[in-house]
């Protein structure tokens, strides 16, 4: 048995203005050939499982790419290419099977549906092969998607932590049709539905709900059952909510699916994150921390896990103006002042304009730089090996990393964009996060995977950013419409 296995996967924020280029996949690591097997071999990730599953039934393994780039804007169509390759051309010199590790969300500058391009090519080079996907839950499923690969599945949490374990499900329905099992049947459907980010969490309602349901479909004899919250910084014509399902029999498949999105139509509403002004949110902060912590403290619309830029500074300044105290804080993508406080050295008083270096020409907004005085508290190379139940065994590079130490905040300002989903963000540079009284974060539900069981609570803070949680300030032009909360649509809206 020869088996291609490949990973590409990047969350396209339609809005954001970080370029994707193919040095930005390398900041986070373009693995090759036998490196593929060495960087992912042992983590927690849909490519982790498929190895350790591959290898288990003696297959003969090809690994011809495995690359991520963190959350930003469109996928330079150079660099697409230049990732697509290698995966087409090795199904194109011969297989058995092909398992995949893509997002579902990624958006080049030649192409809305980058998944469904590829899987396309696979299937033009190889019309019968068996191609098994696995998917982010914020994926944007396709028609493309379906139609060219023979299973696909989603996660069912958020914070994503069972990464690996929907890589050896849908491997193993791809494992079973060699082995001389009928083809599997698949069926998907979409909502009329962009449902926000923060209301995806799988611990809250509505999702926790709906990932029950999907269990329960699993239990009765399907062989996977997924519904996806879908990414609603796209603007692109399939943003939004879907459902797709694996079972022996079409019908099978059509009927989860029915379930699925009925059950997800029916807590639309819980779906619509509520906004509340920032003074508000920090004094109910306040209040939380006055006996204790930590507290974690969101800055959910600068997240660059969704393509934030990282260095909007609005948030940071309120809670420096509200006085709170004993607050550490990651980060801060500022490259520039990483290197103002390398070359003052550790202990060193600084004063330095932090941050706001990147303009969001999406919302009309120019970046803002806040002034900021302080120690040198920590350097560091900004490299890690997460430990957390997210991406476990993942090696993160935040390149050259400084501590700010302003007597109130401790800041952590990193050289290349990452999302605080690790304490690891914090105890590589020598700060105890469960030691703080409040954590802000520029995070949105990732934070849970590494630092739910310290919160002594969570408050969500509403600035700006390019991962607003307020659909309504975005200026969506191809997305279809019309699309629940942006518009009113009937209670008796049909899947599309």
């Given at each position: ?12 924020n ?11 996949f ?6 090759r ?5 060495d960087?992912?071999g042992?983590t927690?990730?849909p490519i982790?499982a ?6 288990a039934?003696g ?11 963190m959350?930003?804007g469109l ?16 199904v194109a010199?011969?297989?058995?099977g092909?398992l995949?590790d893509?997002?579902g ?18 299937r033009a080079?190889a019309?019968?092969?068996p191609?098994a996907?696995t998917?982010d ?10 139609a060219?690969?023979?299973?696909l ?6 914070p994503?932590?069972?990464m690996?374990?929907?890589g050896a ?13 009928a ?9 009329p539905?962009?449902?926000q980010?923060?209301r ?8 926790a709900?709906?990932?029950?349901r ?10 996977a059952?997924t519904?996806f919250?879908?990414?609603p910084?796209?603007?692109q014509p ?17 009927e989860?699916?029915?379930r699925l999105?009925?059950a ?7 779906f619509v994150y509520?906004p509340?002004p920032?003074?508000?949110a920090?004094?109910?902060a306040?209040r939380?921390g006055?006996?204790g ?19 909007v500074?609005g948030?940071l300044a309120?809670v ?7 607050v ?13 406080l390398?070359r003052a ?6 004063t ?9 020409p999406?919302?009309?907004?120019a970046?803002q730089?806040?002034t900021?005085?302080?120690t ?5 190379d ?7 139940p ?13 501590v700010?130490d ?8 990193v ?8 304490t690891?963000?914090f105890?590589s ?14 995070s949105?539900?990732?934070y ?10 969570t ?7 390019v991962?607003?949680?307020d659909?309504?300030?975005?200026r ?9 909360p ?11």
């Amino acid at each position: 048995m020869k088996l291609v296995v490949a990973m590409l996967k990047h969350e396209t924020n339609s809005f954001s203005p970080l370029v994707t280029d193919l040095a930005r996949f390398e900041a986070w690591g373009v693995q090759r050939g036998p490196a593929v097997v060495d960087a992912y071999g042992a983590t927690a990730m849909p490519i982790g499982a498929y190895l350790r599953a591959a290898r288990a039934r003696g297959a003969e393994v090809v690994t011809p790419l495995a690359a991520e780039a963190m959350p930003g804007g469109l996928v330079t169509e150079a660099a697409y290419e230049a990732l697509v390759g290698p995966i087409v051309e090795a199904v194109a010199a011969g297989c058995d099977g092909v398992l995949l590790d893509l997002h579902g969300a990624l958006m080049a500058a030649h192409t809305d549906d980058g998944e469904g391009t590829l899987l396309a090519r696979l299937r033009a080079v190889a019309p019968d092969l068996p191609i098994a996907v696995t998917c982010d839950l914020h994926c944007n499923l396709s028609a493309a998607m379906v139609a060219n690969c023979s299973a696909l599945i989603g996660y069912k949490s958020y914070p994503h932590v069972d990464m690996a374990e929907r890589g050896a499900q849908v491997a193993a329905i791809l494992f079973d049709q060699l082995a001389g099992g009928a083809p599997p049947a698949m069926a998907w459907g979409r909502l009329p539905l962009l449902a926000q980010t923060l209301r995806m969490g799988t611990d809250d309602a509505p999702m926790a709900g709906l990932m029950a349901r999907a269990r329960a479909l699993e239990a009765t004899g399907v062989r996977a059952a997924t519904l996806f919250g879908g990414f609603p910084m796209a603007d692109q014509p399939g943003a939004g909510v879907a459902a797709v399902a694996v079972a022996t029999h079409r019908d099978q498949a059509q009927e989860a699916v029915d379930r699925l999105l009925g059950a997800a139509w029916a807590a639309r509403e819980q779906f619509v994150y509520r906004p509340r002004p920032l003074a508000q949110a920090l004094d109910a902060a306040a209040r939380l921390g006055a006996s204790g912590g930590p507290v974690i403290l969101l800055d959910h619309a600068d997240n660059c896990g969704s393509g934030g830029t990282q260095d909007v500074m609005g948030v940071l300044a309120a809670v420096l103006d509200r006085g709170l105290d004993n607050v550490a804080m990651a980060a801060v993508w500022d490259p520039a002042a990483v290197a103002v406080l390398v070359r003052a050295g550790r202990g060193a008083r600084v004063t330095l304009a932090l941050g706001g270096r990147t303009d969001m020409p999406a919302l009309g907004l120019a970046g803002q730089p806040l002034t900021v005085t302080g120690t040198v508290a920590a350097l560091g190379d900004g490299r890690f090996t997460v430990e957390g139940p997210m991406y476990t065994g993942v090696t993160v590079e935040m390149g050259p990393s400084a501590v700010l130490d302003t007597g109130r905040v401790r800041i952590v300002i990193v050289s290349r964009h990452h999302e605080p989903w690790d304490t690891g963000v914090f105890t590589s540079l020598g700060i105890d996060p469960a030691a703080q009284r409040f954590l802000l974060l520029k995070s949105r539900i990732h934070y849970r995977a590494g630092f739910a069981r310290l919160a002594k609570a969570t408050v969500t803070l509403d600035g700006a950013g390019v991962t607003t949680s307020d659909n309504g300030v975005l200026r969506y032009r191809r997305l279809r419409r019309p699309i629940y909360p942006l518009d009113a649509v009937p209670d008796d809206a049909p899947g599309q």
